[in-house]
Structures are given as C-alpha cells and as structure tokens.
Nanobody, 121 residues
C-alpha cells in the first residue's frame, strides 16, 4: 500500500512559478509510474503528466507542455511538478497518483489528498 502526500500548492499570480512535491511511503517507489492530475472546480479530473520508473520517460498534456515539468527523485521517494508561467486556467486541485504501469487516463491505483493551486489574474 502506497501513501502519497502532496505539498507546495498555494495562491500565486499569473506568470509566477510553483513546485509541487509528492512524498511517497509504504512501497518501493521506483516500482511505480507516477503522475500528476488536476481537477478544476466543476470540471472533470485530467491527467497532466506522468513519468516512468527511472524518470527516463514522461508525458505532458499539450496545454502544459513547455510550462510544466514532471520529475522524480527515487532516492527521496518524491515526485515533483515544476509549474512555470502559470495561468488562471491552471487553477485546480492537483493530485499525485501512482500505478505499477503507465496509464494515460484518470484511473490510478493510489492517490494523494490533493493540494490547491490558485492563480490570480
């Protein structure tokens, strides 16, 4: 059983940067594909990025490419989401998730509790 705890959310202005972190425990971190998803208020949850077991492969949603970067540090059991040039439409609850294989939808095996990111214009 993997436990995931996100941190780093907050209120920022458009154009600012934030780095989200997700600390994992309870399992062998390097055996899991990690992901970040988000859910704006009143909208469906969407996958924005995932990263493979060693960090060598990753996927980013088109709308965040060039602005967001997912990375992981297996020695620290942590996955990150660096978010630059934030826009008001990035406002959402951001979730960390894990699964033993790559997935490209919103069905993941383990979830964090979420962290709120609010971008003001």
């Amino acid at each position: 059983q993997v436990q995931l705890v996100e941190s780093g959310g907050g209120l920022v202005q458009a154009g600012d940067s934030l780095r989200l972190s997700c600390a994992a425990s309870g399992g062998t971190f390097s055996r899991y594909v990690m992901a970040w998803l988000r859910q704006p208020a009143g909208k469906e949850r969407e996958l924005i990025a995932n990263i493979g077991w060693s960090g060598g492969s990753s996927y980013h949603l088109d709308s965040v490419k060039g602005r967001f970067t997912i990375s992981r540090d297996n020695a620290k059991n942590t996955v990150y989401l660096q978010m630059n040039s934030l826009k008001p439409e990035d406002t959402a609850i951001y979730y960390c998730a894990a699964a033993p294989i790559f997935r490209y939808g919103t069905i993941w095996d383990y979830w964090g509790q979420g962290t709120q990111v609010t971008v003001s214009s």
